[in-house]
């Protein structure tokens, strides 16, 4: 069936491509990657499974969040919204997703980038089934209505 080749996968975890990370990286200057494996992590201080970053306070630091693709997805998106809140930072990388309740729960009333194109993961030879998405959560509008340049084209 189609639809379900489109929306599931054998892996819930998509490797952030480097060139997107070191895009945004430059931008934000990451101090954390709350989301990783130690064959992934994008900053030198990272939360794995072991650490559960879901746990973690992510105050007090610039975070990267690449977050699972499944079912604890809604999680991720919460613990980002609920770090602004208390004027925390997290940049996120997830699919676009407008028709979940997290979605419109947590990404509404954030900056959204959405990405040209289908993103390379780094650990997948095809592009990715889905269209992906850059979602700021900050209590600082500094990034709003700015123009953020992905040109995918260049980049595969």
């Known amino acids: 069936m189609v639809f379900n080749a489109l929306y599931t996968s054998n892996?819930?975890?998509?490797?952030?491509?480097?060139?997107?990370?070191d895009k945004l990286n430059a931008?934000?200057?990451?101090?954390?990657?709350?989301?990783?494996?130690?064959?992934?992590?994008?900053c030198v201080k990272y939360y794995d499974k072991n650490i559960d970053g879901l746990k973690q306070s992510w105050l007090n630091e610039i975070c990267w969040l690449n977050p699972p693709?499944?079912?604890?997805i809604a999680l991720w998106m919460e613990k980002a919204y609920t770090t602004r809140l208390n004027c925390g930072t997290v940049v996120a990388l997830v699919p676009v997703r407008t028709d979940t309740k997290?979605?419109?729960?947590?990404?509404?009333?954030?900056?959204?980038?959405?990405?040209?194109?289908?993103?390379?993961?780094?650990?997948?030879?095809?592009?990715?089934?889905?269209?992906?998405?850059?979602?700021?959560?900050?209590?600082?509008n500094i990034f709003h209505g700015e123009y953020f340049n992905v040109d995918l084209k260049l980049e595969m």
Do not use: M
């Open 11 to 21: 892996s819930e975890e998509w490797e952030t491509p480097q060139w997107l990370f």
């Open 27 to 42: 931008k934000f200057k990451f101090t954390l990657d709350v989301c990783a494996t130690k064959e992934n992590a994008k």
């Open 69 to 72: 693709y499944g079912k604890t």
């Open 102 to 140: 997290w979605g419109y729960d947590y990404c509404v009333n954030t900056d959204v980038w959405l990405l040209k194109g289908r993103l390379h993961f780094s650990n997948s030879k095809n592009p990715a089934p889905f269209p992906s998405a850059i979602v700021i959560f900050t209590s600082y």
